[in-house]
């Protein structure tokens, strides 16, 4: 690792880590809209989920973990998007407020 790539990643707050889990999103917009994703990575500020098609920057979403020992929800608002190996979008959440206890 340079000292460039060191200097930053020890400029994180919070340790990002890395899960394969299912995830719920539902568009903040009214509509209820629900999409499937897949929560790659998760942090304190963060999340990657792995969606099919893209979600537009800016929008405003709820997430929703499901576990029986440990539920997490939360508001997000999409921060960034590029394109996996596979074909998919990978759309870096920033988290806005984390819920009590999950949904």
Do not use: W
Request: overall charge neutral; proline content about 3%; charged content about 25%.
């Amino acid at each position: 690792m340079s000292n460039i790539e060191r200097a930053y990643t020890e400029k994180r707050t919070f340790i990002r880590m890395r899960v394969d889990t299912p995830v719920l999103l539902t568009l903040a917009d009214g509509s209820n809209t629900e999409i499937e994703a897949i929560c790659k990575d998760l942090s304190g500020t963060g999340m990657l989920v792995e969606v099919d098609h893209q979600i537009a920057l800016g929008t405003k979403l709820h997430v929703n973990i499901k576990s029986a020992k440990a539920p997490f929800s939360a508001n997000a608002e999409v921060a960034r998007i590029k394109t996996s190996p596979s074909g998919n979008y990978i759309h870096g959440l920033k988290l806005n407020e984390i819920n009590d206890g999950g949904e």
